[in-house]
Structure formats: C-alpha cells, structure tokens
C-alpha cells in the first residue's frame, strides 16, 4: 500500500480567511496521523499566505510520523529549515502570483545553485526531495545533483480534460517513476490528487508514497477530517 502524506496547508488557509487562530493546521496534522497518515506536509511560502513559521516550529515537536517542508531553494527558506531541521524538505519552484505550484522545479536552471542548497540540507541531517515534472531527463538529474527523493508532479494528469489525455500523462508518470527506481531515488507524486483520480497513480508500484493536501481538506469541511482521510487511505489499498 502506498503511504499517504497529508498536506495540511489549506487548513491555515481557512485560518488566514479572517486572520484568526483556528481552524490550527497543527490540530490538523495530529487528526491525519491518528487516521493512519504516514507523513505531513506544509508548504512555507515567500508571502506566508497561509502555512506560518510558527506552524513549522509547532509541528517539529508534534509530529511523530515525517514531517515535509516544501520550500523554495531561497536563502531565508535554507536557513528556516536548517534551524528546523523537518525530515524531509522538497524543494519547489514558486511565484507569488501563482495560485498553486504551477509545474516541477527545471533543474536545467541554475543548477549550481539547486547543488549548493541540496548539500547545505543534507549537511544538516536533512532529506531532500525535488519536486519535478515527469521527465527522464529530470529525474536523471535529480540524482546527479544528490537528492534523496523525487515528488513527480502530478498535475498536467489531475487536469486532463479527457481520458485519453490522462492516460498520456499516467504514462509519463509511469516512466519517471519507473526511471527514478532504477537511480535509487525514493519516489512520491502529488498535486492535484483526489478522491475520483488518485487510483491510478497508487498503482504505479514504483511510487512509495502520496501527497495530498486540498482534495482532503476540502472533504473535512463535511465530513471530518480523521474520516476525510481515511477515506483517502482506502483508495490507496
């Protein structure tokens, strides 16, 4: 069964619609982890449009399973994190006018710099994880530039317009994954993963785990957030 990591996110975004102090993604993380999650993730973002260092702090000390920080390879987030010191850290690509991560890091830019931060990470006692399109070439580089892990971006396929156009994109994540199994790296998906398109993405056996963050929290709102991910951990079976 494929492990499933909780991206709690968007339960601070909630929290940050009236700036207030509920709902606490941190509650949050605690509920997914009693439901059978095997990871939580949060993404601190340049702006903190959601997710505060606060939360990261509180959450080092809380979490029991693995705790990922997404980030972006800045100096302040490389700092943050080496003061943290989460489990794992997946860097990402981020723009502040983007509504969500809009596509895997290119690792074809400035690629000294990705190699420095990944070895500062790693110097810490940090895992570091590379949050990349579904492309050989990447994935090629993702170990060449010594990370641990790689997440394959799963978005193009959670917004296909048709079957057949999925099943393109399932086939490239397919071979990613298939290539990132081959190089030792240990291998995730997310991004627009929910409850109607997560099935075939879980049986890619080559994936290890699954991050999914908004599909889960938007179910909370009806149904609670131990069932909404249960819920998810029984698609995942």
């Known amino acids: 069964m494929k492990k499933l990591a909780v991206n709690v996110d968007h339960v601070a975004t909630l929290r940050e619609a009236r700036r207030t102090f509920y709902p606490d993604p941190v509650e949050a993380a605690i509920l997914a982890e009693l439901a059978g999650a095997e990871g939580i993730v949060v993404h601190l973002r340049e702006d903190r449009r959601h997710i505060k260092e606060r939360d990261v702090e509180i959450l080092r000390k809380v979490v029991k399973t693995s705790l990922n920080l997404e980030m972006a390879p800045t100096e302040e987030m490389v700092e943050i994190a080496r003061t943290i010191k989460p489990d794992m850290a997946t860097l990402v690509p981020e723009r502040r006018e983007e509504l969500t991560t809009e596509g895997g890091l290119n690792l074809e830019q400035n690629p000294e710099r990705l190699k420095e931060v990944i070895s500062r990470l790693k110097e810490a006692g940090i ?10 070439k990447m994935v090629e580089k993702a170990k060449q530039f010594g990370a641990d892990a790689i997440e394959i971006h799963t978005g193009l396929y959670a917004e296909a317009k048709d079957w057949e156009e999925q099943k393109r994109e399932l086939q490239k994540i397919v071979e990613a994954a298939k290539v990132g199994k081959v190089l030792d790296l240990s291998v995730r998906a997310g991004h627009g993963l929910n409850y109607w398109n997560v099935r075939p993405i879980a049986q890619i056996s080559e994936i290890e785990e699954l991050s999914i963050g908004h599909a889960i929290v938007a179910r909370a709102v009806l149904v609670g957030f131990e069932r909404a991910v249960r819920e998810m951990i029984e698609l995942l079976k």
Do not use: R
């Open 127 to 136: 895992k570091v994880s590379l949050f990349i399109d579904p492309d050989p």
